[in-house]
């Protein structure tokens, strides 16, 4: 609130720390603006917003598998980036009334139904894998 130009509010990441940093950091983040697929992955793990800056189809599809919202406000392809007022857009978007909160939402389903999904798909597994022990195979 009181300064004056939010720099001291704004880490920029030219190297790469270890993982509980990145999350510590991204967990007190309102959002965090990405050219690597991993920092969107890792924002999304501790449901902080993402703005992907994607120079690969892989950031578009992790966008598009939280939510076609997402692919479609939040991530920026670096082969059409003019200036910097490209990523003007999806910052308005982003800070839009209730914008957050839905974007927060979406991460938090996703995970929670992806999850759900693979969890008993993995039972599964190990519980065949027992049984056919079991059974001597």
Excluded: C, W
């Amino acid at each position: 609130q009181g300064d004056v130009n939010g720099l001291d509010r704004v880490h920029m990441l030219e190297y790469l720390p270890d993982t509980i940093h990145i999350l510590q950091l991204l967990s007190a983040s309102k959002f965090s603006i990405n050219y690597k697929l991993h920092g969107n992955v890792l924002s999304a793990a501790v449901n902080t917003p993402f703005i992907s800056i994607s120079y690969h189809l892989k950031s578009i599809e992790f966008s598009r598998f939280i939510d076609l919202s997402i692919e479609e406000k939040y991530s920026i392809r670096t082969d059409f980036i003019q200036s910097a007022d490209d990523f003007e857009e999806a910052l308005q978007n982003l800070h839009a009334d209730g914008e957050m909160e839905r974007y927060q939402q979406l991460l938090k389903d996703k995970i929670e139904t992806t999850d759900l999904k693979y969890n008993s798909m993995i039972l599964e597994l190990l519980k065949d894998i027992l049984l056919r022990r079991l059974e001597g195979r």
